[in-house]
C-alpha cells in the first residue's frame, strides 16, 4: 500500500449540487495531484499542487477547484456537478513528476 | 497538446505466452512511467524510464525508452494470472507555466490459464 488515503471511498450526488473529496499524502511528499478517471480509460490529469500552489491544471473547467494544506493534504471541490462528472477520483502524491503514489480513489456518481 | 497512445487497448493471451505493448507521445518526453492498474483497483507505479535507449527489468517485466524519448515498451515474458490488469504509459508535458502528467489510454491484458 501506498499510504495515500482518501475518502469518501463512494458517493452519489445530484446535478447541480457540490462535492468535497479528500486525500492525506503520502509521509515525505509534498505534491498532491488530482486525476480523473472514467470507465473504461486512462486517468485524466486535474490538477497538481505543490507547497499549496497550483502547480500545473489540465483542461477542467474552473467549476473543479483545489486545496492543499500545511500538513500537504488536499481537497478536490466540483461545483455544479453535472452527469459526466461521475467517475473514480483518484489522488497521487509524488514529487515533482516523478513516481505517483496513487490513493484508493473515491467513486463519484452524479445521478 | 501531447497525446500518449497505446494500441491496441485490449490484448487476450494464453498463460505462458508472451506480451509486448508499444506507447507512443506526438513529442518528446523527459521521462517516462508505467502503471499497473488492477480491476477495481488503482493504478500502481512500475517504472520510470528517464535516458535514451534505457533498459530496465524486473523480473519478467522489460521496460524500454526509445532513442527518440516519443516512445516506450513494455514486454512480459511468459504471462502469468497474476499479470491481469490495464497498463499505462505516462509521460510529463511541459507546456509554458502549465505542467501536466499525460496517461496513455492503457492495454487491457486478459490472461487465460
Known amino acids: 500500500e501506498t499510504g495515500v488515503t482518501q475518502s469518501p471511498t463512494h458517493l452519489i450526488k445530484t446535478r447541480g449540487q457540490q462535492v468535497t473529496l479528500r486525500c492525506s499524502s503520502q509521509s515525505g511528499h509534498n505534491t498532491v495531484s488530482w486525476y480523473q478517471q472514467a470507465l473504461g480509460q486512462g486517468p485524466q490529469f486535474i490538477f497538481q499542487y505543490y507547497r499549496e500552489e497550483e502547480n500545473g491544471r489540465g483542461n477542467f473547467p474552473p467549476r473543479f477547484s483545489g486545496l492543499q494544506f500545511p500538513n500537504y493534504s488536499s481537497e478536490l471541490n466540483v461545483n455544479a456537478l453535472e452527469l459526466d462528472d461521475s467517475a473514480l477520483y483518484l489522488c497521487?502524491?509524488?514529487?515533482?513528476?516523478?513516481?505517483?503514489?496513487f490513493g484508493p480513489g473515491t467513486r463519484l456518481t452524479v445521478l | 497538446g501531447q497525446q500518449v497512445m497505446q494500441i491496441p487497448q485490449y490484448q487476450h493471451v494464453q498463460e505462458g505466452e508472451d506480451f509486448t505493448r508499444y506507447c507512443n507521445s506526438s513529442?518528446?518526453?523527459?521521462?517516462t512511467q508505467w502503471y499497473k492498474q488492477r480491476p477495481g483497483g488503482h493504478p500502481v507505479f512500475l517504472i520510470q524510464?528517464?535516458?535514451?535507449?534505457e533498459v530496465k527489468k524486473q523480473k519478467r517485466l522489460t521496460f524500454q525508452f526509445g532513442e527518440a524519448k516519443k516512445n516506450s515498451s513494455l514486454h512480459i515474458t511468459a504471462t502469468q494470472t497474476t499479470d491481469v490488469g490495464t497498463y499505462f504509459c505516462a509521460g510529463p508535458e511541459w507546456s509554458g507555466a502549465t505542467n501536466k502528467l499525460i496517461f496513455g489510454t492503457g492495454t487491457l491484458l486478459a490472461v487465460q490459464p
Open positions: 513529442t518528446t518526453l523527459s521521462n
Open positions: 524510464l528517464v535516458k535514451s535507449g
Open positions: 497521487a502524491s509524488s514529487i515533482a513528476f516523478n513516481e505517483q503514489f
